[in-house]
């Protein structure tokens, strides 16, 4: 049998500037790829995810999105879904209504907005509205633990860590300053034991900038083993959605628009922004992307 072609693009989400933000794989025309192909692939490309674009089985939606890590199939993930949504237009696809998607995942149907142009690309970047999520407080039995296993004095317990699980699952924690955010060091054995502990795989930590800062806040967000198979993660929506939920549900959110800096700490420069509508009730997580890979895969 002769190899089939599928459109691929390979896409940097949360930048504008080629390989400062977080990459991912985009596999076009996937609906007749099973599971084990879809990951076979993910597991080639070996980046944090690879998605599969297929038709959408909702009639609410413009598409339907597959995620998958090197090593099994995530619900929902968000610079997969940014990045997704700018491959699909870069594409040609034409939205239903002009500057709106809905994708149709694992955790089900997820909204998305054009952003306004920036810079002299002229590149629209697009923002997903946050999906519902799970939120459990860390015990305050394990506070010292955590301490203990970021080695680290600069928590802000004020702001209690929380389990956030949006699709993927986060232990979120406060620090006190931007640079004592990119500052941790920590013990990775005795931080994957209190973040399993809590039912967590990864950690999302966090610390504000003073007034005249790069950001609004650092963010860094480590991986400690299940479906997060690397030890820090570049640029990541999931866990930025986590952070400004929390922080709008401890009224701690520095008014209804902010930008995180994330990827710092391995010399990239990802910038997130959130938006809070209160009127209906979301939090929007958006960002540029660019394209750095546009071909085809052979499938045999």
């Known amino acids: 049998m002769s190899a089939r072609q599928v459109r691929f693009q390979q896409v ?17 025309d996937a609906d007749d790829l099973g599971a084990d192909e879809m990951q076979a692939i993910a597991r080639w490309t070996n980046l944090s995810e690879t998605s599969f674009l297929c038709r959408p089985t909702d009639p609410a939606a413009d598409y339907r999105v597959r995620i998958f890590t090197p090593s099994l199939e995530l619900p929902f993930a968000g610079h997969p879904t940014l990045g997704t949504a700018h491959a699909l237009i870069a594409s040609g696809y034409r939205p239903r209504q002009a500057g709106r998607l809905v ?7 997820v909204e998305l907005k054009a952003l306004e142009a920036q810079g002299e690309s002229g590149n629209r970047g697009w923002a ?22 970021l080695k680290s004095d600069a928590i802000d317990f004020s702001a209690t860590p929380c389990a956030v699980d949006n699709g993927v ?27 399993h502990a809590a039912g967590m795989h990864g950690l999302a930590v966090y610390g504000p900038y003073a007034a ?19 030890d820090e993660d570049p640029v990541t929506g999931s866990a930025n959605a986590a952070i400004a939920g929390l922080m709008k549900s401890q009224n701690l959110r520095p008014g209804a628009h902010y930008i995180a800096r994330q990827g710092t700490a391995l010399q990239r420069d990802g910038r997130v922004h959130v938006d809070y509508d209160d009127a209906a009730g979301r939090i929007w997580i958006g960002g540029d992307s660019v394209t750095i890979v546009d071909g085809t895969f052979l499938l045999g």
């Open 103 to 109: 994708q149709q995942c694992g955790v089900g149907l």
């Open 12 to 28: 940097d989400v949360f930048t504008s500037v080629p390989f400062k933000g977080n990459p991912l794989a985009v596999v076009f």
């Open 212 to 230: 005249g800062g790069p950001a609004a806040f650092e963010v860094r967000c480590l991986m400690l083993g299940g479906s997060m198979a690397v």
């Open 128 to 149: 997903f509205a946050a999906p519902p999520a799970r939120v459990v407080p860390l015990a305050e039995s394990a506070h010292a633990a955590l301490a203990a296993a």
């Open 169 to 195: 699952p986060w232990l979120v924690v406060r620090m006190r300053s931007a640079e004592a955010c990119l500052a941790l060091g920590p013990d990775w054995d005795a931080l994957t034991a209190v973040v």
